[in-house]
């Protein structure tokens, strides 16, 4: 089978398995899905939730949090993991957004293609091609654009996608170029959640479970795993 029809085929297998399509967990503003996006790195769903709304609650509007004292941003967000890293880096973003645009909002971003707000979004303190996908693929944009976590790029590895010395970051453009041109925002949010749903639920970073694994036969980690008992060396990835 070649890699475009391999593509399809995982993400066929996968999509039946967790359903497609897939619901989105968000409807926020472009401007908030920037920062959960940022709260929630390396932090389980419920606490980045959780701080999320405790930093709504207590600083009702963007600008507030960009001039409140440092020390009061990194109490409020205290749940998420390494709050002293990721207090000063929203207030540094919120306050770059400002300066450069004039107002606390990125719905400008509905105007630009998806590969010009990526870039501009690329340009700010800290943000990476995943951050920059969810913005536009997690809020009310709803652009057509692939965020890759940890999950999917373990399964993409061990499944033959993409080579095993590919990091996360440049993963990101190999993988979004191996999807059809002609899918919507939907199925490339389908394909992102499958991926990452796998990984979270059956291709596990140790022990996967290959014996039940939908993707077996065209999996060369899992093929590996099933005759030497191990998974090949290159393939073991977070
Ligand atoms: S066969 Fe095993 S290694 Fe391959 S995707 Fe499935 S669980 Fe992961």
């Not at 590919?166 to 991926?195: F, M, T």
Request: charged share 20%; aromatic share 6%.
């Amino acid at each position: 089978m070649d890699l475009q029809n391999k593509v399809l085929e995982i993400h066929r297998r996968l999509c039946a398995l967790y359903h497609c399509p897939i619901s989105y967990f968000h409807a926020l503003d472009p401007l908030s899905e920037l920062v959960s996006s940022l709260l929630s790195h390396r932090t389980r769903n419920a606490d980045s939730g959780a701080a999320f709304k405790a930093l709504r609650a207590r600083f009702p509007e963007w600008a507030e949090v960009a001039a409140a004292p440092l020390a009061e941003v990194e109490a409020v967000i205290a749940r998420v993991t390494w709050p002293e890293q990721k207090a000063p880096r929203i207030q540094a973003i919120l306050r770059a957004i400002e300066a450069e645009r004039g107002t606390l909002s990125l719905d400008f971003l509905e105007g630009l293609t998806v590969e010009e707000a990526r870039a501009w979004l690329e340009r700010l303190p800290g943000i990476g091609p995943k951050t920059s996908a969810a913005v536009l693929s997690f809020s009310t944009l709803r652009r057509p654009a692939l965020p890759v976590d940890s999950h999917h790029h373990r399964v993409a590895i061990r499944t033959g996608l993409i080579p095993a010395n590919l990091a996360v970051g440049p993963s990101h453009r190999v993988l979004a170029a191996q999807l059809p041109s002609d899918w919507d925002a939907q199925h490339i949010y389908d394909n992102h959640e499958v991926l990452m749903l796998h990984g979270q639920r059956c291709c596990f970073h140790r022990n996967p479970a290959c014996s039940r694994c939908p993707l077996l036969e065209l999996c060369p980690a899992g093929q590996a795993l099933h005759g030497s008992g191990a998974i090949p060396h290159g393939l073991a990835t977070s």
